[in-house]
């Protein structure tokens, strides 16, 4: 394998254990709605205090699914969907490769089938 296709695996690896957390899941999705936002703004729109809210932050930027920028004392989050962008053309060439290979059996299903009867 090449580092290309490393880097790649791990940073779709880093992506999936990111949004394997329902609360992660929400925080994208509020950030994707409102735009920027501060860690306490987005705790009173959850169950959970702001120190959690910190701690899922820090992975979703770990995974480079947001970033913040500190403006004053305050840090504000914001959506990066580069690495979301780079798990769906992930996502997709797999899905087109399982796609090649199920019209592959088909064919294959269909021509034996025709040479049956």
Do not use: C
Request: glycine share 6%; net charge negative.
């Amino acid at each position: 394998m090449t580092d290309d296709g490393r880097r790649t695996d791990e940073a779709v690896d880093s992506v999936f254990g990111a949004l394997a957390d329902p609360t992660r899941r929400r925080l994208l999705d509020l950030l994707g709605v409102q735009g920027e936002s501060t860690a306490t703004t987005l705790a009173e729109q959850l169950p959970v205090s702001r120190q959690a809210v910190v701690k899922h932050l820090a992975v979703l930027d770990a995974a480079g699914l947001v970033s913040g920028s500190r403006v004053g004392r305050e840090v504000r989050y914001e959506v990066r969907p580069a690495a979301l962008n780079a798990t769906a053309r992930w996502m997709a060439a797999l899905a087109a490769d399982w796609d090649r290979r199920l019209a592959n059996i088909k064919r294959v299903a269909e021509e034996a089938e025709r040479e049956s009867d």
